[in-house]
T-cell receptor, first 112, second 113 residues
């Protein structure tokens, strides 16, 4: 059974600081997805990582995938308040992204 | 606008009273799915569908039914809701291509008393 674990579960950080969210998964896969969820809102797709060593960047967020270590990271550079949200990683074993297994989420709070 | 539409957004019901949550997508996606979100548990897949009349169980299918009679619609049916089905439900659709993952609807917050 695939297990996806994220840490930390909650992260409070000051504006301007850097930090990394970790996503570990138990079964080999080279397909990993990151989503963002604002309070009371739906999930928004951030990154799709489809191979070992894949790196994607959008603004202050950068995601990477190490399939050998079964690890993905979401790095936040110089955090701003607008990045406050819950971030989820999800792993696919099917090849069609039909059955995404999600981590428990990391709630990020960026304070002034 | 490309979207996944769920209704209702909020629903309070009583134990045992059958209900249906509707889901519709306008992107001609092959795949559709239902997830429930609970604090500390992330999102867990209930059912998914690969095409019309083709559905399969996710990780937590007990107490739920689905049907896919048309490509655009994928309703979630709770025949006899119980309090442990109180949750936030998301419908999602996907082209069935690993490059995109799922596009999610706005969510339905269900309370069963």
């Amino acid at each position: 059974e695939l297990k996806v674990e994220q840490n930390p579960l909650f992260l409070s950080m000051q504006e301007g600081k850097n930090y990394t969210i970790y996503c570990n998964y138990s079964t080999t896969s080279d397909r990993l997805y990151w989503y963002r969820q604002d309070p009371g809102k739906s999930l928004e797709s951030l990154f799709v990582l489809l191979s070992n060593g894949a790196v994607k960047q959008e603004g202050r967020l950068m995601a990477s995938l190490d399939t050998k270590a079964r690890l993905s990271t979401l790095h936040i550079t110089a955090a701003v308040h607008d990045l406050s949200a819950t971030y989820f990683c999800a792993v696919d074993l099917t090849g069609t992204a039909s059955k995404l297994t999600f981590g428990t989420g990391t709630r990020l709070q960026v304070t002034l | 606008e490309a979207q996944v539409t769920q209704n209702p957004r909020y629903l309070i019901t009583v134990t045992g009273k059958k209900l249906t949550v509707t889901c519709s997508q306008n992107m001609n996606h092959e795949y559709m799915s239902w997830y429930r979100q609970d604090p500390g548990l992330g999102l867990r897949q209930i059912y998914y569908s690969m095409n019309v009349e083709v559905t399969d169980k996710g990780d937590v299918p007990e107490g739920y039914k689905v049907s896919r009679k048309e490509k655009r619609n994928f309703p979630l049916i709770l025949e006899s809701p119980s309090p442990n089905q109180t949750s936030l439900y998301f419908c999602a659709s996907s082209p069935g291509d690993r490059f995109y993952g799922y596009t999610f609807g706005s969510g339905t917050r269900l309370t069963v008393v």
